[in-house]
């Protein structure tokens, strides 16, 4: 991290959605009732039409949908287009909650270290965008969550924290995505807290 945050002076943390953002739900509702190191100052998403957008909205948040842009090197310029508005921002903290794109080691190398995402399995068992249903096919018994730093890999950077998740006979994939992610909302922040307050050792 660039410095310790602290409740007067809290990391400025730019969260990255795709989808209906309930995960930056809970993390605006922890930070505003909490005296808290970190802040989500903008809230960004690689689509207009994403719902978790109207999260950032509602809690008065600089917000911005971002669209893949036409053409062969659209994905590095998206990735520009977001840098250059965490760089704006002066953003401290990048904290990915449900972003559904992977980021290509330029993004990842300018940001490493202060990038983190959190994933809904026990990692390294489960990577990537099927957890629940991989999970579900291997007849796991327990699953989980993961915060983790990203590094240029899928799903493969530092693991920060963990919690177990039972997986139970019957379960849809909708019902352990739903019991995940009441863990993932609890346990985001204070992973967040921690790491923004230097508490992991590198
Ligand atoms: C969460 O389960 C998270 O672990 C995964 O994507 C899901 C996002 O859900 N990376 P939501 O958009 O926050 O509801």
Redesign the pocket.
Known sequence: MPRVGTPDEPLRAAVL????????AALLAYQSSNPCSHRTVLVLSDSSEAR?LEHGLAAGVKTIGIPIPEGPSSRREHEKLIHEELEREDIELVV????MRILTPDFVSLWKGRLV????SLLPEFPGAHAHRDALAAGATVSG?TVHLVDEGVDSGRILEQREVPVLRGDTEADL?DR??AV?HKLYPLALDRLSTGGYSF
Do not use: A, F, R
Not at 96 to 99: A, E, F, T, V
Not at 117 to 120: A, F, S
């Open positions: 959605v795709s989808g209906g953002g309930s995960g930056l978790g990915l909650s449900g972003y995402n959190i994933h809904p969550c995505q995940i992610k993932e």
